[in-house]
Nanobody, 128 residues
């Protein structure tokens, strides 16, 4: 059974950091692009960062470039999102999703519409 399970969300003050994890099971990441998406109330789902499970190539949205870092551990079938310098506008539900083939640009820029699998989401709150 295919599963993506996100963890690591929580509440932080502006300027703080969080590290999200996306653990995949039921498939091998090597042939997939894995991405992180944010859904904020009243806003369209945004593709924040995506990574190829095979090549490790990455994509970042302008809104998070320089603050967020995506990485993968294929041995653990897990993708991480390190989030630094968090802003109130970073708040929302964060989802990870997987798509094959491993075309990171397509997964992220299409807002996840090409994704094959989704996780259940983890809440991130940024407020003072």
């Amino acid at each position: 059974q295919v599963q993506l399970v996100e963890s690591g969300g929580g509440s932080v003050q502006p300027g703080g950091s969080l590290r999200l994890s996306c653990a995949a099971s039921g498939f091998t990441m090597d042939y997939y692009a894995i991405g992180w998406f944010r859904q904020a109330p009243g806003k369209e789902r945004e593709g924040l960062s995506c990574i190829s499970g095979s090549s490790g190539s990455t994509y970042y949205a302008d809104s998070v470039k320089g603050r967020f870092t995506i990485s993968r551990d294929n041995a653990k079938n897990t993708v991480y999102l390190e989030m630094n310098s968090l802003k109130p506008e970073d708040a929302g539900v964060y989802y990870c999703a997987a798509q094959t083939p491993a075309i990171v640009f397509r997964l992220c820029v299409l807002g996840g519409r090409s994704a094959d699998y989704w996780g259940q989401g983890t809440q991130v709150t940024v407020s003072s």
